[in-house]
Each structure stands twice: as C-alpha cells, then as structure tokens.
C-alpha cells in the first residue's frame, strides 16, 4: 500500500539557518503530495503541495519539489524563524481517493 | 469563512466507558473525515463521509468505534467501549466534493484530545 517516510525528529536549529527535512513515499502511479504544518495546540494546516512531478510547491518561505525519480518531496526553508516551530507531516493522495497518507512527522524547534 | 469546529477539546475517561466527539464542517464542504493522530504517529484515515454517504471506513474498528453525519452536515464519532489503546487526538477534517479544482485540499479542525484511564 501507500505509505510516507519522514526524517526522524526532533530537530533544533538556531534561528537563521537552513532547513532541510527529508520524506520520501511509496505509491503506484502519481499521487499527490502535501506538507501540513501543525503548530502547539491548533489543528493540521496545508503548507504546500505538489501535483505532479517536478512541481514546486512554495508558502511562507518554505518549498518542495515533486521528485518522482527519486520519491521524494524534501521541504526546505533557506533561512528559519522561531514562529517556524511546529509539528511538519508529510503526505500524499492517490488517484479518486481523498484519504491523505501521513508520514510520522517531525518536531521542528527553533531557538532564539 | 468560520473553519472546522470540534468539541470537546479534551476528554477524559475510564476504560469501557462510552465517548463521543462531535464536528461541523465548513460550510458548503460535501465531504468529512475522522482522522486517528495517536501520539508520535501521522493521522491515520478512520471514515470518510460523502454528504451523509460512507465512502471509506476500512481502517474503523466497527466492534467499538461508530460514525454517523445526518443531513449530511455534521458528523458524530462514537467509541464504546473504549480502551487504552484509543487514546488519542480525534481529528475531523473536510473538503470540497472531488470535482472542484480546490479538492484533495482538507481543512483540518483542532480536534479532541481523549486519554483513557
């Protein structure tokens, strides 16, 4: 079946810094690809998404690229705030299906 | 545009006792779902409603855990009885119907925290 794998958390970084946090995916076909941003106490929110391979998906400084040769979706951010901090999921959907597959998340945080 | 509304917040109960969360959707969102966050996990899909339809509840412990949306607006997730492993966030999310050129797009409400003591 289809499932999500997302670099093991937590990470810390110092603000400023580049962030890089990597999933990758196993699907047949072409799905789509989500991140979803989680931060303390309020609900899963869309961050970016991707279609189709070699989109870019991009918001509030942070992009991903739909790299299907390697199942990849890697989110970055070039230069990280302390409001960053939060809980990232990776996802995907398949075909007609709406049912979004999450990776097991990542607990950024981002000191001063 | 009001997002998607959950109650309780947090609930606390004994094991094989009975719970139920409620959800309202955004307005004009066809399709709802009930997801399963256990803690360090992803959300994990447990139904899906289409209007008052059930379009998937494959991965929902039918022996304890029942769902229903009447009048196809909003939805009620029951556990009964419930057991430790239940212990969770209950998130309720919605959607556009899959014709829209806003689907596969959910809006995910702050869900309810339930410990099982």
């Known amino acids: 079946g289809n499932s999500v794998t997302q670099m093991e958390g937590p990470v810390t970084l110092s603000e400023e810094a580049f962030l890089t946090i990597n999933c990758t995916y196993t699907?047949?076909?072409?799905?789509?690809l989500f991140w979803y941003v989680q931060y303390p106490g309020e609900g899963l929110q869309l961050l970016l998404k991707?279609?189709?391979?070699?989109d870019k998906g991009s918001n509030k400084g942070f992009e991903a690229t739909y790299r299907k040769e390697t199942t990849s979706f890697h989110l970055e951010k070039g230069s990280v705030q302390v409001s960053d901090s939060a809980v990232y999921f990776c996802?995907?959907?398949?075909?007609?299906?709406?049912?979004?597959?999450f990776g097991q998340g990542t607990r950024l945080t981002i000191n001063p | 545009e009001a997002g998607v509304a959950q109650s309780p917040r947090y609930k606390i109960i004994e094991k094989r006792q009975s719970v139920a969360f409620w959800c309202n959707p955004i307005s004009g969102h066809a399709t709802l779902y009930w997801y399963q966050q256990i803690l360090g996990q992803g959300p994990k899909l447990l139904i899906q409603?289409?209007?008052?339809?059930?379009?998937?509840d494959s991965q929902l412990p039918k022996d304890r855990f029942s769902a229903e949306r009447l009048k196809g607006v909003d939805s009620t997730l029951k556990i009964q009885p419930a057991k430790l492993e239940d212990s969770a966030v209950y998130l309720c999310?919605?959607?556009?119907?899959?014709?829209?050129?806003?689907?596969?797009?959910?809006?995910f409400g702050a869900g309810t925290r339930l410990s099982v003591l």
């Open positions: 999310a919605s959607s556009v119907p899959p014709g829209s050129l806003a689907k596969n797009i959910q809006y």
């Open positions: 996802a995907l959907t398949q075909g007609g299906a709406q049912k979004l597959v």
């Open positions: 409603f289409q209007n008052n339809g059930v379009v998937d």
């Open positions: 991707a279609t189709k391979a070699d």
């Open positions: 699907a047949t076909g072409y799905p789509s």
